[in-house]
Protein backbone atom coordinates (compact mmCIF):
# COMPACT_ATOMS: atom_id res chain seq x y z
CA UNK A 1 0.00 0.00 0.00
CA UNK A 2 1.37 3.57 -0.96
CA UNK A 3 1.75 5.59 1.63
CA UNK A 4 1.05 9.50 0.90
CA UNK A 5 2.28 12.69 2.46
CA UNK A 6 0.11 14.44 5.49
CA UNK A 7 -0.35 17.90 5.33
CA UNK A 8 1.87 18.27 8.15
CA UNK A 9 5.26 16.93 6.64
CA UNK A 10 4.63 19.21 3.24
CA UNK A 11 4.60 22.04 5.65
CA UNK A 12 7.10 21.09 7.34
CA UNK A 13 9.18 20.91 4.26
CA UNK A 14 8.19 24.13 2.60
CA UNK A 15 9.30 25.64 6.33
CA UNK A 16 12.85 23.65 5.78
CA UNK A 17 12.75 25.09 2.31
CA UNK A 18 11.71 28.96 2.88
CA UNK A 19 14.51 29.11 6.40
CA UNK A 20 17.63 27.82 3.62
CA UNK A 21 16.37 30.67 0.67
CA UNK A 22 16.14 32.83 3.40
CA UNK A 23 19.45 32.42 4.76
CA UNK A 24 20.28 32.11 0.67
CA UNK A 25 19.15 35.68 0.14
CA UNK A 26 21.91 38.08 2.02
CA UNK A 27 24.47 35.81 0.93
CA UNK A 28 23.39 36.65 -3.18
CA UNK A 29 22.87 40.36 -2.09
CA UNK A 30 26.55 40.41 -0.68
CA UNK A 31 27.64 38.28 -3.68
CA UNK A 32 26.37 41.00 -6.48
CA UNK A 33 27.22 43.87 -4.53
CA UNK A 34 30.36 42.72 -4.60
CA UNK A 35 30.48 42.28 -8.10
CA UNK A 36 29.18 45.71 -8.80
CA UNK A 37 32.15 46.86 -6.50
CA UNK A 38 34.68 45.04 -8.82
CA UNK A 39 33.16 47.17 -11.59
CA UNK A 40 33.20 49.90 -10.81
CA UNK A 41 37.27 49.77 -9.62
CA UNK A 42 37.68 48.34 -12.93
CA UNK A 43 35.91 51.39 -14.59
CA UNK A 44 38.36 53.57 -11.89
CA UNK A 45 41.78 51.80 -13.22
CA UNK A 46 40.64 52.29 -16.94
CA UNK A 47 40.29 55.76 -16.17
CA UNK A 48 43.30 56.35 -14.49
CA UNK A 49 45.14 55.12 -17.04
CA UNK A 50 43.34 56.90 -19.86
CA UNK A 51 44.25 59.94 -17.81
CA UNK A 52 47.69 58.62 -17.45
CA UNK A 53 48.35 57.83 -21.22
CA UNK A 54 47.31 61.45 -22.42
CA UNK A 55 49.86 62.80 -19.34
CA UNK A 56 52.29 60.42 -21.17
CA UNK A 57 51.19 60.94 -24.75
CA UNK A 58 50.84 65.33 -24.60
CA UNK A 59 53.02 65.99 -21.18
CA UNK A 60 50.57 67.51 -19.64
CA UNK A 61 47.45 66.46 -17.56
CA UNK A 62 44.20 66.51 -19.60
CA UNK A 63 41.81 69.25 -18.53
CA UNK A 64 42.13 72.35 -15.78
CA UNK A 65 40.65 73.45 -12.86
CA UNK A 66 37.81 74.75 -15.24
CA UNK A 67 38.70 77.93 -15.06
CA UNK A 68 40.44 77.35 -18.18
CA UNK A 69 40.69 75.42 -21.35
CA UNK A 70 44.54 75.82 -20.92
CA UNK A 71 46.19 72.99 -18.43
CA UNK A 72 49.38 75.23 -18.39
CA UNK A 73 47.44 78.37 -16.71
CA UNK A 74 46.11 75.77 -13.99
CA UNK A 75 47.04 77.05 -10.50
CA UNK A 76 44.88 74.88 -8.43
CA UNK A 77 44.45 70.77 -8.70
CA UNK A 78 40.97 69.47 -10.23
CA UNK A 79 38.51 68.26 -8.13
CA UNK A 80 35.25 67.43 -9.49
CA UNK A 81 32.52 65.69 -7.19
CA UNK A 82 29.70 67.92 -6.41
CA UNK A 83 27.02 66.77 -9.19
CA UNK A 84 25.02 69.74 -8.46
CA UNK A 85 27.15 71.99 -9.80
CA UNK A 86 26.02 72.22 -13.29
CA UNK A 87 29.41 73.81 -14.57
CA UNK A 88 31.40 70.53 -12.12
CA UNK A 89 29.23 67.97 -13.90
CA UNK A 90 30.16 69.89 -17.61
CA UNK A 91 33.80 69.92 -16.26
CA UNK A 92 33.73 66.46 -15.81
CA UNK A 93 31.51 65.63 -19.34
CA UNK A 94 33.94 67.69 -21.02
CA UNK A 95 36.85 65.50 -19.52
CA UNK A 96 35.26 62.08 -20.41
CA UNK A 97 35.05 63.26 -24.10
CA UNK A 98 38.25 64.26 -24.57
CA UNK A 99 39.58 60.58 -22.87
CA UNK A 100 37.33 59.05 -25.42
CA UNK A 101 38.06 61.05 -28.50
CA UNK A 102 34.21 60.49 -29.06
CA UNK A 103 33.25 64.55 -30.03
CA UNK A 104 35.86 66.26 -32.18
CA UNK A 105 39.57 66.29 -31.62
CA UNK A 106 39.06 69.47 -30.07
CA UNK A 107 36.40 68.97 -27.58
CA UNK A 108 35.18 71.90 -25.68
CA UNK A 109 38.34 73.90 -26.79
CA UNK A 110 40.16 71.12 -25.15
CA UNK A 111 43.67 69.70 -27.21
CA UNK A 112 43.38 65.61 -28.23
CA UNK A 113 44.89 66.70 -31.46
CA UNK A 114 46.37 63.05 -32.12
CA UNK A 115 42.69 61.74 -31.85
CA UNK A 116 44.06 58.85 -29.96
CA UNK A 117 40.93 57.44 -27.68
CA UNK A 118 42.66 56.67 -24.40
CA UNK A 119 39.22 55.64 -23.32
CA UNK A 120 36.79 53.49 -24.14
CA UNK A 121 33.03 54.99 -23.88
CA UNK A 122 30.10 53.24 -23.14
CA UNK A 123 27.83 52.52 -26.29
CA UNK A 124 25.11 54.93 -24.93
CA UNK A 125 27.56 58.08 -23.99
CA UNK A 126 25.04 60.59 -25.16
CA UNK A 127 22.66 58.88 -23.06
CA UNK A 128 24.32 58.24 -19.90
CA UNK A 129 27.90 59.46 -19.81
CA UNK A 130 30.70 57.60 -18.09
CA UNK A 131 28.90 56.32 -15.15
CA UNK A 132 29.23 54.18 -12.54
CA UNK A 133 26.95 51.28 -11.72
CA UNK A 134 24.95 53.04 -9.89
CA UNK A 135 24.42 55.76 -12.28
CA UNK A 136 26.20 58.35 -10.79
CA UNK A 137 29.57 60.18 -12.40
CA UNK A 138 32.34 58.84 -10.90
CA UNK A 139 34.89 61.90 -8.68
CA UNK A 140 38.26 62.72 -10.02
CA UNK A 141 40.99 64.35 -8.40
CA UNK A 142 43.94 65.63 -10.14
CA UNK A 143 47.14 67.14 -9.78
CA UNK A 144 47.34 69.59 -12.72
CA UNK A 145 50.32 72.07 -10.69
CA UNK A 146 52.73 68.53 -10.15
CA UNK A 147 53.37 68.81 -6.35
CA UNK A 148 53.02 65.55 -5.98
CA UNK A 149 49.65 65.80 -3.73
CA UNK A 150 46.11 66.74 -3.98
CA UNK A 151 45.90 70.50 -2.65
CA UNK A 152 43.46 72.80 -1.62
CA UNK A 153 40.44 71.21 -2.48
CA UNK A 154 38.75 71.48 0.58
CA UNK A 155 38.43 67.43 0.57
CA UNK A 156 39.06 64.61 2.39
CA UNK A 157 41.93 64.35 -0.35
CA UNK A 158 44.07 67.31 0.20
CA UNK A 159 47.88 66.18 1.15
CA UNK A 160 47.11 62.97 -0.06
CA UNK A 161 50.35 61.73 -2.14
CA UNK A 162 49.82 61.23 -5.86
CA UNK A 163 48.51 62.14 -9.17
CA UNK A 164 45.16 60.82 -10.03
CA UNK A 165 42.37 59.97 -7.50
CA UNK A 166 38.76 58.15 -8.88
CA UNK A 167 36.06 57.38 -6.57
CA UNK A 168 32.67 55.87 -7.12
CA UNK A 169 29.95 57.27 -4.92
CA UNK A 170 28.37 53.79 -3.77
CA UNK A 171 25.35 51.76 -3.71
CA UNK A 172 24.12 54.91 -1.66
CA UNK A 173 25.16 57.32 -4.30
CA UNK A 174 25.75 60.20 -2.18
CA UNK A 175 29.30 61.80 -2.68
CA UNK A 176 31.40 61.52 0.94
CA UNK A 177 34.37 62.83 0.16
CA UNK A 178 33.04 66.26 0.53
CA UNK A 179 31.67 66.01 3.92
CA UNK A 180 34.00 66.03 7.56
CA UNK A 181 33.39 62.68 8.53
CA UNK A 182 35.01 59.85 6.82
CA UNK A 183 33.44 58.16 3.61
CA UNK A 184 30.93 55.32 4.64
CA UNK A 185 30.61 53.15 1.12
CA UNK A 186 32.29 55.28 -1.48
CA UNK A 187 34.44 53.19 -3.66
CA UNK A 188 38.22 54.82 -3.94
CA UNK A 189 40.51 53.78 -6.29
CA UNK A 190 43.48 54.06 -4.03
CA UNK A 191 43.18 51.86 -1.36
Same mark, same amino acid.
Given at each position: ????F =?? @??V +?????I?? @??? #??L? !?? @?????????????????? +?ME??? #?????????M???? *?T??????????A?? $??? =???????Y??????? +??? #??????? %? +??????????? !? !??????? %???D?W???? %????????? *?? @?? *???? $?????? %????? /???? !?????? /? *?E????????????
Amino acid at each position: MKRKF =TL @IEV +LVVMAIIA @ILA #SLLF !PV @ISKVKLNARITEAKSQMI +LMENAI #SNYETAYLTMPWSD *GTTDSPSSTLNDAVW $HDW =TSADQCRYYDKLMEL +LAC #SNTPNAY %G +LRNTRETRFLQ !P !PQKLSET %GIVDFWGNRF %GVAMDLNSD *GR @IS *GTGT $HLDGQT %GKIFI /WSFG !PNRTNE /W *GEKTPPRDDIPSWK
